[in-house]
């Protein structure tokens, strides 16, 4: 009888993000305990053959690497989703992965731009009951006043309660219990935010209901005096502190070793000795623009902190109730069965 404990894991890519994502699992699997069952599950609209199959190399004995497409699913409601720069409809997906495996209380979602150099198994152990998430605070609100001042001023969320995205224990019972998903649909027609987009979403939808975890297990590759390193567990290489775009980035010795390890090791050092003043550039115009856009949102009387629930009159509730109502039938994703190998 096979006595692992199985580890749920989703991931959410498209063929761009794929060479990120194959450090990410490398780095996750080799760190892995033969105790437990990693089943990582990666959610795309689409994905190239060849891709495919590279990430399906990382399998270990221990672990399985499933592709679901939810193209058809979300098809309905693709067209509402807000991007920006870099964004893709893919790091939506996250919202939708209680409705999507019900057979599950709780699912850990990474993002592809981390490199995990703990097992991740401690993270997926952590305690979450009557919470909706497990998360890290946004170091990045925490380092930067016009961020810190944005989440409070424009979202209503105090900076030190601010979380990050990327990394997400999720309760799937309780999401599926409180409507996230649907919720989530509802506020996305409702209300566009531009700076953080996904991330703003789910804090204003879960506040209050969000279990802490230790910075060590979404750390930004930058130096934080108050954080030592010896808890460091998981890289989550943000903004502009990325290794394919920069050298003597803090930690890359950690996503060079796990880049070896995959099939994308001599594009992942082209990218990054590939770029030219120009793209360096063009960074720092983004962030310029990131800050530009944070500072006038918080200070924007019609920002969401500024006008949520001031429109409470019985027809506009009548009408929100009819709306959720829509959105539940639009809802009807396909639920995911798994079988054991």
Not at 284 to 290: A, D, I, T, V
Request: aromatic share 14%; proline share 2%.
């Amino acid at each position: 009888m096979n006595k692992q404990k199985e580890i749920p894991i989703c991931f959410a890519t498209d063929d761009n993000y794929v060479p990120f994502l194959s450090v990410a699992i490398a780095s996750l699997l080799d760190n892995s305990s033969v105790e437990n069952y990693y089943r990582i599950f990666i959610l795309i609209t689409q994905l190239k053959a060849e891709n495919i199959n590279k990430i399906k190399k990382l399998e270990k004995p221990n672990s399985s690497i499933e592709f679901i497409s939810l193209a058809k699913e979300l098809d309905k409601i693709q067209d509402m989703f807000h991007l920006r720069d870099y964004y893709s409809k893919e790091t939506y997906y996250r919202i939708f992965i209680p409705n999507l495996f019900p057979q599950y209380k709780k699912i850990l979602y990474l993002d592809c731009d981390i490199t995990v150099i703990g097992d991740i198994s401690e993270l997926y152990n952590t305690h979450i009951h009557g919470f909706y998430v497990g998360a890290a605070q946004e170091e990045v609100m925490q380092t930067y006043e016009v961020f810190g001042n944005y989440v409070e001023k424009a979202v209503g969320i105090d900076r030190k309660n601010y979380f990050n995205a990327g990394i997400l224990l999720i309760n799937c019972r309780r999401w599926r219990n409180k409507f996230i998903a649907e919720k989530f649909v509802d506020l996305l027609k409702r209300y566009k935010f531009r700076v953080v987009q996904d991330e703003d979403y789910l804090n204003v939808l879960c506040k209050g209901h969000v279990r802490s975890i230790s910075l060590g297990w979404n750390k930004t590759a930058y130096k934080n005096d108050a954080f030592d390193d010896k808890d460091l567990r998981l890289i989550h290489w943000k903004i502009n502190w990325r290794p394919w775009k920069y050298k003597n980035v803090l930690y890359e010795e950690y996503f060079w070793k796990y880049a070896k390890m995959t099939d994308f090791y001599d594009q992942l050092i082209q990218m990054r000795d590939s770029r030219t003043q120009e793209d360096f550039e063009k960074d720092e115009l983004l962030m310029k623009n990131l800050e530009k856009m944070a500072e006038e949102d918080a200070n924007d009387p019609n920002n969401y902190h500024n006008t949520q629930g001031k429109t409470g009159s019985v027809w506009w509730l009548f009408d929100k109730l009819m709306n959720f109502i829509r959105i539940r039938k639009l809802l009807h994703i396909k639920a995911y069965k798994t079988k054991r190998k």
